[in-house]
Each structure stands twice: as structure tokens, then as C-alpha cells.
């Protein structure tokens, strides 16, 4: 039988990976194109829906909830289940530690009240559903996410820029991994709650130990260095992600990690890249020419 699915943000960080891992297990992938498709009519003949939509932060109170709705009910004609890209802005500021199925959603900020009305919205919808939450993104290719864009531009020349406090936890997730996870939950979604929460563990790592291991993988002596968050509160009054990053700024102050317990109940052979391997694969190209004749190690030294 075939196993079909679709791809809603097909051209994004995770529906990209999403679609790559689906094909390599032998899905046949629909990726969704808002030019010329209707989802009534995509969801037809699909078994999965993967729901990789995400609009800038600016626009998630005026789109989120109506391109949820769209989608539960395009779930529900044809009896689907929808894998949703899960994070942790529903847990909240001052709720740090470890953060599993169990732990509150007790997030007050706007974004993460958006993302746990999302969440509610699909428990209360009845359609069978997958919350696959995951930490900050590492992926294969430069996609807008905080480690391409921010931490890893200046590796070639030695440093490394944190965006929070560089000695406690932060949860990664390392996006071709997160995606295998997810066509393996797709495939045995019969065998799972009608509303399945999945933590995804991935790598816990500060930014210091992100360093040390960044300077084995690249052969450089690595520069910690804190990034300046002054020039985007400079730019709050005018541009209009700069309000909805400040918000977000607590997870990069706040220890927290994501459980493994559920992903193992549920896929207990599942094997996570190695941290160095993943990193290798992430980190620009330029970064990786290892300088002769030098011990590569990290530094610690702030802007």
C-alpha cells in the first residue's frame, strides 16, 4: 500500500527535511504549493499531513490560528494525522529545568499563548495528532535559524557568538534527526494516542560545551563571545521582529532540557547522530579548513 504524505511548508527548515527523510523511507511526498493547490483537495489519498508552516513571529497572532483550523478540519475529511513541529514557548519564562509530557504549560507571553492555544486546539479537535517538540535548530544548510545566522557566521576566523548565558543548558535538535524521528512516529501511528506528545531529547549543550566540541570539529581554537543584544533593542521601535525576539530572550537565560522518556517508549532502537558528525555537517564550509600545526581548544571572553 502506498504511504502518502503531505508537506505544508515544504520549502522551510523543517518541511524541507521533513520531505527529505519521508522519501528516503519510501513515502510518497505531496509538498504543497499555495500558488496552485487547495487543501481540501491535497489531503486526499493522504495519510500524514506534516505541518511545517510557520509565518514570521509578527504574524502569528493574525495567521496561526486560522491556518491550524484550516488544517484540523482538512485532517479531519480524510481521517489524517497531522505531525506538528512542536517547541518549548509553551512552558514558559521561570519554568527551567527538565521538560517533559508532564510539565505545565504555563507560558503567559504572547508567543508562547499562541503556540499553546495551537496545541490546545488540536488535543480538544480530536484528530489524531503529533506534537513532536523540539529545542533550537541545527540544520544542514543555512535556513534562518539562531546558529547559522547569528552563533556560526565568524567560525572561520575563530570565534563563536552566544546569544545567552554560556554556562547552562540549552536543548538542540538536530533537524535530519528530528525529521527521521518523525517519519518513524508516522509509520506507526495507529500504535499511538489519538494526541501524541513527543519530546524530542536531541543534544543538551551550554555554549561553552558547544565551543569545545565546535573546536574539535573544526581544528581551530574557538573564541566564546556573548553576542550585543543592544542593536536589536535599538531597533524595536522600527523593526517588527526585533519586539518578538526580546520576548524570546529568556530561553537563552533559562537552563532547560528536553526528556527523552516518551521518544524511547515509543522508538527505542532510535539512534541520535553523534554531536560532532551533526555539527560537521551544520558549520560553514570555510570553518572546517583545519589550520596546520595548531591545538585546537575553546576560549571564553565576552563583547
Not at 245 to 251: A, D, G, S, V
Request: glycine share 8%; proline share 7%; net charge neutral.
Amino acid at each position: 500500500m502506498t504511504k502518502t504524505v503531505l508537506i505544508l511548508g515544504a520549502t522551510g527548515r523543517f518541511g524541507r527535511n521533513a520531505a527529505t527523510a519521508f522519501e528516503s523511507a519510501g513515502w510518497d511526498v505531496r509538498r504543497f504549493d499555495r500558488s496552485k493547490d487547495t487543501l481540501r483537495q491535497a489531503v486526499h489519498g493522504v495519510q500524514v499531513i506534516v505541518n511545517a508552516w510557520n509565518p514570521p513571529y509578527y504574524d502569528w497572532a493574525a495567521q496561526v490560528p486560522g491556518l491550524h483550523a484550516d488544517v484540523i478540519e482538512a485532517a479531519r475529511l480524510v481521517d489524517a494525522t497531522v505531525i506538528v513541529p512542536g517547541n518549548v514557548y509553551v512552558f514558559g519564562d521561570g519554568n527551567g529545568g527538565t521538560w517533559d509530557v508532564t510539565t505545565p504549560h504555563l507560558a503567559q507571553n504572547p508567543l508562547g499563548k499562541i503556540r499553546r492555544d495551537l496545541e490546545d486546539a488540536y488535543r480538544e479537535s480530536g484528530v489524531r495528532t503529533i506534537v513532536l517538540r523540539a529545542g533550537d535548530f541545527l540544520d544542514t544548510e543555512p535556513s534562518g535559524n539562531w546558529f547559522d545566522m547569528i552563533m556560526a557566521p565568524k567560525l572561520a576566523k575563530g570565534v563563536f557568538t552566544y546569544p545567552g548565558a554560556t554556562d547552562i543548558d540549552h536543548a538542540w535538535a538536530y533537524l535530519p534527526d528530528l525529521c527521521r524521528a518523525a517519519v518513524q512516529l508516522a509509520e506507526k501511528r495507529d500504535e499511538l494516542n489519538r494526541f501524541e506528545d513527543v519530546p524530542f531529547p536531541g543534544y543538551t549543550l551550554s555554549g561553552e560545551k558547544m565551543a569545545d566540541r565546535l573546536a574539535a570539529v573544526t581544528g581551530r581554537s574557538i573564541s566564546l563571545k556573548k553576542m550585543n543584544w543592544l542593536p536589536i533593542q535599538l531597533a524595536r521601535p522600527f523593526w517588527k521582529l526585533a519586539p518578538h525576539l526580546l520576548e524570546m530572550r529568556y530561553l537563552w537565560n533559562m537552563p532547560h532540557r528536553l526528556s527523552g522518556a516518551r521518544l524511547n517508549v515509543l522508538l527505542p532502537e532510535f539512534q541520535h547522530t553523534p554531536l560532532e558528525r551533526a555539527l560537521a555537517s551544520t558549520v560553514p564550509p570555510a570553518a572546517l579548513q583545519h589550520p596546520t600545526g595548531q591545538n585546537p581548544m575553546s576560549t571564553q571572553t565576552s563583547l
